[in-house]
C-alpha cells in the first residue's frame, strides 16, 4: 500500500496542511502512523476523505 504526507493529503482534500495534521494527531486511526512521535505522518493514499461534507437529507 502507497502512504502519503499530510502535504498530498491536504491537496487532495481541500483543507488545510494545519487542518490534515491536527486530525491525525487526534484520529485513533491505526491505518495513520508516524515513526517516531514529531515526524510526518504516514496517510494510506487511498484513506477516504474525512472532511468530505455528508449529505444530510431532511425528511
Same mark, same amino acid.
Request: charged fraction near 30%; proline fraction near 5%; charge should be positive.
Given at each position: 500500500? @502507497?502512504?502519503?504526507?499530510?502535504?498530498?493529503?491536504?491537496?487532495?482534500?481541500?483543507? @488545510?496542511?494545519? !487542518?490534515? !495534521?491536527?486530525?491525525?494527531?487526534?484520529?485513533?486511526?491505526?491505518?495513520?502512523?508516524?515513526?517516531?512521535?514529531? @515526524?510526518?505522518?504516514?496517510?494510506?493514499?487511498?484513506?477516504?476523505?474525512?472532511?468530505?461534507?455528508?449529505?444530510? @437529507?431532511?425528511?
Amino acid at each position: 500500500m @502507497s502512504d502519503m504526507g499530510t502535504r498530498l493529503a491536504a491537496e487532495l482534500w481541500g483543507v @488545510s496542511q494545519d !487542518r490534515v !495534521r491536527a486530525w491525525c494527531k487526534k484520529t485513533n486511526d491505526e491505518r495513520i502512523t508516524q515513526d517516531k512521535k514529531g @515526524s510526518h505522518y504516514h496517510i494510506p493514499k487511498d484513506y477516504p476523505n474525512p472532511f468530505a461534507k455528508q449529505n444530510k @437529507s431532511t425528511k
